[in-house]
């Protein structure tokens, strides 16, 4: 089923490609004055015999131009007149040139509807790459912020370095850095003789990354395996019919104690979870300025927190 809906997403996004930079072929063409007899997504022959299994699954006529929908799904193409496209149709050609036709216009005017289908796919892609930065937005975490917050949580492949979490991560190669981001970079990871420059506590210690590090990072979730900025155990939200919802964990609780030790970040409320071996957990919680000590009853050996953290990040 995977398979299917990748094979339909790749089908439609490569379709959306070609009606695009049809489009800009066929408007260029239009601006010209020129005669456009058909505009097709996928071919409606077999390809590229031109005169093999000629069908449309959907067509329709309107003005001098035929829109349709091919039966043969490997792209698509406009048919301009005394042109010779993809549907290699050179009977027009025999003919006197017309004034309407393609090979009639100057030679600027043949090369913008040439470069017309080209032209228009480099502006949808600046206006799609405008739109994703307009909406979503670029974000950075200055490693500065990340370091005044608690440092680093280290997860396996940071470890597997000596990396531990709370460690500060002050320069790479010697060199002072801006964002966390960089820390992952493959230019870092590749580089011989890389090293992380670390404040643990008082002491600042060299952490050397392996050569072969990067070899770690063949696979998509790697890099959310390795250091991530350490958050305050603070509840973003609470999954509905959970025991969390039922001990009445609410949204920005924020714990401070878990079996009597205290936490700050989430990381810690991890550990303290990963060492219970009873039945019941204890926790206290600061809910605006009060503290609420709370009880958690633990069901068939499971004590998994069902809720979300907030990442308190700029």
Known sequence: MEGMIMTAQLLLSLSILIVVHEWGHFITARMFKIKVEKFYLFFDFLFPMANVMNFALVKFKRGDTEYGIGWFPLGGYVKIAGMVDESMDKEQL?????????RSKPAWQRLIVMLGGIMVNVIVGILIFIGIVYFLGDKFILNQYVNDHGGVHSLPLGQQIGLQTGDKIIKINGREFTYFDDIAKPDVLLSQNSYFTVLRGDQELTIPIPSDFIENFNKKEAAGN?????????????????????????????????EGHPVVYFDEVGTQLKALRQDTLHFKIKRSEQVVPARWFRRKGNCRLTIRWVSRLP
């Open 94 to 102: 025999k003919a006197p040139a017309e004034p309407w036709e393609f």
């Open 226 to 258: 390795f250091l991530m900025p350490r958050t305050l155990a603070v509840v973003e939200s609470v999954m509905a019919n959970t025991v969390a919802e039922k001990v009445g964990l609410r949204k920005g609780d924020q714990f401070i104690e878990v």
